[in-house]
């Protein structure tokens, strides 16, 4: 039973550049959030999606949105990158009404802008 | 003042040694409560929840005052593998969901 997969691995973007992380949830889930993680920090609430629909937002500017497919993958893309992006992106997966029973990360993609 | 506060951490502590870490949030709407562990540049995992009447689990114990609004976190008898950043996380309620507030963590290494 597969878990969260993300890719890509790493990723090392230049200032002003545009970027897509993606992400495949845990076999059996249909709600994908995402998060920012710099370094030295925890992890900060981007957006949440279920049934192809934000659902909640955390407090990131307009240049950080998400898709998500039929089959409950995800897409998170960020335009007009800025060094302060740096950072670990993870993608946790779950079930739509579990509340965080089951709540499961992803390895992360983490991005550096130079 | 950040919603989640931890002890800012590292902590070396002798292997053998117990620790103990805290953790204040201030949305004292906050439901639900846990302990992360993330292994260094590794996803964060779920350590254990914690809840109002405290719970063990081996050599880890957790408690929760919700009259203070802290959590702690306790390790008996720290084993080298027990190194890791350990993360405080409470649920706020947003619309009709949750979202997870994270702290931002206190590194423990364990020295042997």
């Known amino acids: 039973d597969a878990g969260v997969t993300q890719s890509p691995t790493h990723l090392i973007k230049t200032r002003g550049q545009q970027v897509t992380l993606r992400c495949s949830p845990k076999s059996g889930h249909d709600t994908v959030s995402w998060y920012q993680q710099a370094l030295g920090q925890g992890p900060q609430f981007i957006f949440q999606y279920y049934e192809e629909e934000e659902r909640q937002r955390g407090n990131f500017p307009d240049r950080f949105s998400g898709h998500q497919f039929p089959n409950y993958s995800s897409e998170l893309n960020v335009n007009a990158l800025l060094l302060g992006d740096s950072a670990l992106y993870l993608c946790a997966s779950s079930f739509w009404g579990q509340g965080f029973y089951g709540y499961t990360f992803g390895s992360g993609t983490r991005l550096t802008v130079v | 003042r950040k919603e989640v506060e931890q002890d800012p951490g590292p902590f070396n502590v002798p292997e053998g040694a117990t620790v103990a870490f805290n953790c204040t949030y201030s949305n004292s709407a906050s439901q639900s409560f846990f302990w992360y562990r993330q292994d260094c540049r590794k996803e964060p995992k779920l350590l254990m929840s914690v809840y109002s009447s405290g719970n063990e689990d081996g050599r880890f114990t957790a408690q929760l005052n919700r009259a203070s609004q802290y959590i702690s976190l306790l390790i008996r008898d720290s084993k080298l593998s027990d190194s890791a950043t350990y993360l405080c996380?409470?649920?706020?309620?947003?619309?009709?969901?949750?979202?997870?507030?994270w702290g931002a963590g206190t590194k423990l290494i364990i020295k042997p």
């Open positions: 996380v409470v649920t706020r309620p947003a619309d009709s969901n949750y979202q997870l507030i």
